[in-house]
């Protein structure tokens, strides 16, 4: 298509392509701001916070490694790995019962599950701290796996119970005549025919779990299991002068989400796009 | 009957298949077969009724008592937490910080991301739209932490690149403690908020706008119409579902802010930065005043609730598809 350029649509489009590159570089220039940052030395980063490093100085990375950040990055994806195939699986299953087996109040089970939509995790905070407390999981690596889980459930089984609904029913038929099991058919048929939207929920999840601040800040407080977003801001609070160390953790915090963003980055818009627009 | 199949498309097929299935099973085996269904959902239920429904329950019971945590001693107080609610100043411009926050996001990770979006996607070279949307989506990628501590940095008086950036263009005048006094704090919160947030709805929208199917722009551009009445009488009717959604997501998500308020200010200076979460937590956990914290959290449930039905209703009547 040729369009025919005025000197009004020359301007309109000077004006766009400057717009849309001083959003790159508000975008991005932060960002390279913190990773230069954490190459420096703190004299550095006072003096002139617009300069290069001096050398590229590795040693805030393993600094911050050795000041927490391997303990938090290993809790991160603990919780992040474990809640993920929890969750997905506890998930998966409900779909599958709320949609393609007949049980008795189907409608009242959707409503429940899926109810929890509706409720921020901020509402249920005070009781699940003491409850935690009681049953001595508090500041453990379970309170998160859980919290994770049960909170993550009813948004996952929602978007995977869509996807499932839309399976035609002969599927079910067809394993049913070949003497398949109800156990069989879920994981050899039904599961796999749902793989788009697995991927898409697990995405949403990572995505979610390794980012957490609220529960992870109030259930945990040893280095030994709190995730990366508490640990940094320890790690602030802790070594707070010594900023490079920090930049450094932060870049490393953030590094693994921004690389599984670029590495699948199709998978990945289709995850947020099923996440919000189903 | 209770136990006849279902009615389906293919009653017939259905029917001739279960006649054929041996072995023929008795409404009784049926029946248990049924109960035995639920085991599907009994790993959910149980959980969300533990974890999630249970808490949501207690909660309203904590927020009727004085919970004194070092005697343990809990009493009865029916609605005094909500009495002391409506007389802390503090609780009310918390809520009001947490409307300025949705008021702010509507304008920018809403209107603003579909104008946006329509720009991006109005770009010939593909290899142009990809990387912008990519290159505006990065800090939704890195946790809310690493951006509020990264603006945190940047506001800093001393270190900071907005201050320094502002000495170096001659507007040394300008450079202030951003988090440091009660005027700006709470806007250099939300503008990082924006930063962090805008290109998450701008992806979204653009996927909304691919949506559309192009022939209604070729007959667009056929009739002449220019790009900005296209934008307003095609682009954004038909993304009209996305916005809706965008609008509640946003909405419900001012009121549960609660990170990037920890991280950046922890509420305050002088609690001008406190927002219902941070407040609550204060409130629950640093004060151990329980009771009261509940109370807080009452309102956010019945906020959050609130705009959730509502767009569950907004669901029920327009389920618009191309």
Same mark, same amino acid.
């Given at each position: ?278 | ?26 409404? *009784?085996?049926?029946?248990? $077969? &049924?109960? /035995? ?5 009994? #790993?959910?239920?149980?959980? %969300?009724? =533990? ?72 770009? *010939?070279?593909?290899?142009? $739209? &990809?990387? /912008? ?5 990065? #800090?939704?990628?890195?946790? %809310?932490? =690493? ?176």
């Amino acid at each position: 298509m040729v369009t025919r350029l005025s000197f009004a649509g020359v301007i309109a489009r000077v004006f766009i392509w400057t717009f849309l590159l001083c959003l790159v570089v508000v975008v991005v220039y932060p960002l390279t701001w913190m990773v230069l940052n954490g190459f420096k030395t703190n004299t550095e980063i006072f003096g002139n916070p617009f300069a290069l490093p001096m050398q590229w100085n590795w040693d805030n990375y393993t600094a911050a490694w050795n000041r927490g950040v391997s303990n938090y990055l290993t809790t991160s994806i603990l919780v992040t790995v474990t809640s993920t195939i929890a969750t997905v699986f506890i998930s998966a299953w409900a779909a599958y019962g709320l949609t393609r087996v007949d049980i008795p109040l189907s409608r009242t089970w959707s409503t429940i599950v899926l109810g929890g939509l509706m409720l921020a995790p901020t509402v249920a905070l005070v009781p699940l701290v003491k409850m935690f407390q009681g049953m001595g999981l508090y500041n453990t690596f379970w309170a998160l796996l859980i919290l994770y889980t049960a909170f993550r459930i009813p948004f996952t089984t929602f978007l995977i119970r869509a996807y499932m609904i839309d399976l035609p029913r002969e599927v079910d038929e067809a394993a049913e005549v070949d003497g398949a099991s109800r156990w069989t058919a879920f994981w050899r048929i039904i599961l796999p025919m749902c793989r788009p939207i697995i991927i898409s929920v697990i995405i949403l999840h990572i995505l979610f779990a390794w980012n957490e601040y609220l529960f992870a800040m109030v259930f945990t407080s040893g280095t030994d299991v709190q995730t990366l977003p508490v640990g940094l801001t320890s790690l602030m609070s802790k070594h707070g002068t010594d900023y490079p160390v920090v930049f450094a953790g932060m870049v490393i915090a953030a590094l693994p989400v921004v690389i599984l963003f670029f590495a699948c980055q199709r998978y990945f818009i289709k995850g947020l796009a099923d996440g919000i627009g189903k | 009957m209770l136990l006849t199949q279902q009615s389906r498309p293919v009653e017939g097929a259905t029917a001739a298949i279960t006649a054929v299935a041996p072995p023929p099973r008795t409404p *009784r085996r049926r029946g248990t $077969r &049924r109960l /035995l269904g639920l085991a599907w959902i009994l #790993p959910a239920v149980v959980v %969300l009724a =533990v974890f999630v429904y249970l808490p949501l329950v207690q909660n309203l019971g904590f927020s009727t008592l004085e919970w004194d945590i070092y005697s343990g001693s809990q009493e009865f107080i029916g609605l005094d937490n909500y009495a002391k609610l409506v007389g802390d100043p503090i609780f009310w411009s918390s809520l009001g910080n947490n409307v300025l926050y949705a008021v702010v996001s509507l304008v920018f990770q809403v209107f603003g991301a579909i104008v946006l979006a329509a720009i991006i996607e109005g770009i *010939r070279s593909d290899r142009w $739209r &990809r990387s /912008l949307r990519a290159i505006y989506f990065v #800090p939704s990628a890195i946790s %809310l932490t =690493v951006a509020g501590l990264l603006f945190y940095f940047i506001y800093e008086p001393n270190l900071g690149m907005l201050n320094s950036a502002l000495d170096a263009i001659g507007l040394s005048a300008w450079a202030q403690p951003w988090l440091g006094q009660e005027s700006t704090a709470m806007i250099a919160i939300i503008v990082m908020s924006q930063w962090q947030g805008f290109g998450y709805s701008t992806l979204l929208f653009a996927v909304a706008i691919q949506r559309i199917p192009s022939e209604l722009y070729e007959a667009a551009s056929i009739d002449g119409i220019g790009p900005i009445r296209r934008f307003f009488t095609l682009t954004l009717p038909l993304v009209r579902e996305m916005t809706g959604l965008m609008v509640i997501v946003t909405i419900t998500g001012a009121f549960q802010v609660f990170n990037e308020v920890m991280v950046m200010t922890s509420g305050g200076p002088n609690n001008s930065t406190q927002v219902l979460g941070t407040w609550l937590y204060r409130n629950g956990f640093v004060r151990n005043d329980f009771g009261y914290a509940a109370a807080i959290a009452t309102v956010i449930f019945i906020i959050t609730l609130g705009i959730a039905l509502v767009q569950l209703w907004l669901n029920r009547r327009r389920r618009v598809e191309w």
